[in-house]
């Protein structure tokens, strides 16, 4: 395929993609991300985008230049990859955060260093199927699985927003269901719901969901404070408007 030509006027550069491509069809590990620029001012301080949690999606509309790589598709740790180093080139790496001390309940104000951020180490290795591996302690069964994509994160969020039906929407099953592609070999997708609807002990699906949590790939942003009370605890960093606030006064 040939590769898409981007204008010679843009200043751009290379972002690795924390998800390693593993999310995409096309596999894609980097993109190439243009720098801010003073017109991209005109959305962060837009009070209309602001006010609808637009800032986001329009500066990654503007700023990713690959065509092979959708909006809609890009999932979370790809996203923030591409923020931290369009806030990091823009700004500068020190960002300020306030926070709460435990011990006095009150609010203080610490510098982060951005820079340091570092990727999560990503061991598990895929089959010929694009899939993962994982053995339910509890039932002793083997299963292979793949990571949600943002489609299917998207479709989750809708099920839990747009739930009118008897009880609690099922988020947690439904994710199962779209993360396990075979159990001991079976790959029959009827026969993996009723697993997991009626079989399935909470256990195993704790132990798994555990497992994904810990081992998918993505950007490290826990990070340990010193509050002025002496205490150590630690954050975790965000993503959204306020990212570039310091910044705009919004």
Do not use: C
């Not at 709460?100 to 061991?123: G, H, Y």
């Not at 159990?183 to 555990?210: C, L």
């Amino acid at each position: 395929m040939e590769e898409f030509k981007i204008d010679p006027s843009i200043s751009y550069d290379v972002v690795e993609l924390p998800s390693r491509g593993i999310h995409y069809l096309n596999k894609k590990k980097n993109a190439r991300v243009a720098y801010l620029t003073a017109a991209d001012e005109n959305i962060l301080s837009s009070p209309n985008l602001i006010a609808s949690s637009g800032v986001i999606t329009e500066l990654l509309k503007r700023k990713i230049l690959d065509k092979d790589l959708q909006i809609e598709d890009i999932v979370e740790e790809d996203k923030q990859a591409i923020l931290m180093f369009l806030r990091n080139t823009a700004f500068g790496a020190e960002y300020n955060m306030t926070l709460i001390d435990p011990k006095t309940s009150q609010k203080f104000t610490t510098v982060m260093d951005l820079s340091i951020l570092k990727l999560k180490e990503f061991t598990l290795v895929e089959d010929s199927n694009g899939e993962y591996s994982f053995h339910l302690p509890k039932s002793n069964i083997d299963i292979t699985f793949k990571f949600v994509t943002q489609r299917q994160e998207d479709e989750i969020e809708k099920i839990k927003t747009n739930w009118n039906g008897n009880g609690a929407a099922p988020i947690v099953t439904k994710r199962l269901e779209m993360m396990i592609k075979s159990i001991n070999g079976n790959r029959n997708p009827m026969e993996i719901h009723s697993f997991i609807e009626n079989k399935m002990p909470i256990s195993d699906s704790q132990s798994f969901r555990k497992y994904v949590n810990e081992n998918k790939p993505g950007l490290d942003l826990a990070q340990t404070v010193t509050t002025p009370s002496g205490e150590e605890i630690q954050v975790e960093i965000g993503f959204g408007a306020e990212f570039f606030r310091p910044f705009y006064g919004l």
